[in-house]
């Protein structure tokens, strides 16, 4: 099993950035897709970042519309560590924000599967 935690949320005035960082620890061998969801109050939780955990030629990453251009994911595996920097962070990015670790890649976002997940931490984006 995997156990993530999740840190680096907190208070940013809009415009500012903020870098998540996801420590797992476990049978991290059996992680091939690591992830970054959001939710915000009354709204379902959204896939924000996700990228494959094997070395590629693409280091292939799929990055949802909502935060393309501003939000970027990365990841060291001997860290055993994921990230997710948010630049330009608007109100909107409001969000407890969510690690998440998945048995398999796979580029359609509706079909890939998460088996572990974070207990979040919380992003407020105000003025």
């Known amino acids: 099993q995997v156990q993530l935690v999740e840190s680096g949320g907190g208070l940013m005035q809009p415009g500012g950035s903020l870098r998540l960082s996801c420590a797992a620890s476990?049978?991290?061998?059996?992680?091939?897709?690591m992830g970054w969801y959001r939710q915000a109050p009354e709204k379902e939780r959204e896939l924000v970042a996700m990228?494959?955990?094997?070395?590629?030629?693409?280091?292939?990453?799929n990055i949802a519309e909502s935060v393309k251009g501003r939000f970027t994911i990365s990841r060291d595996n001997a860290k055993n560590t994921w990230y997710l920097q948010m630049n330009d962070l608007k109100p909107d990015d409001t969000a407890v924000y969510y690690c998440?670790?998945?048995?398999?890649?796979?580029?359609?976002?509706?079909?890939?599967?998460?088996?572990?997940w974070g207990q979040g931490t919380q992003v407020t984006v105000s003025s």
């Open positions: 990228i494959t955990r094997a070395a590629d030629a693409n280091s292939a990453t």
């Open positions: 476990g049978s991290i061998v059996s992680v091939a897709a």
């Open positions: 998440a670790a998945g048995p398999d890649w796979q580029l359609d976002l509706n079909k890939i599967s998460w088996n572990s």
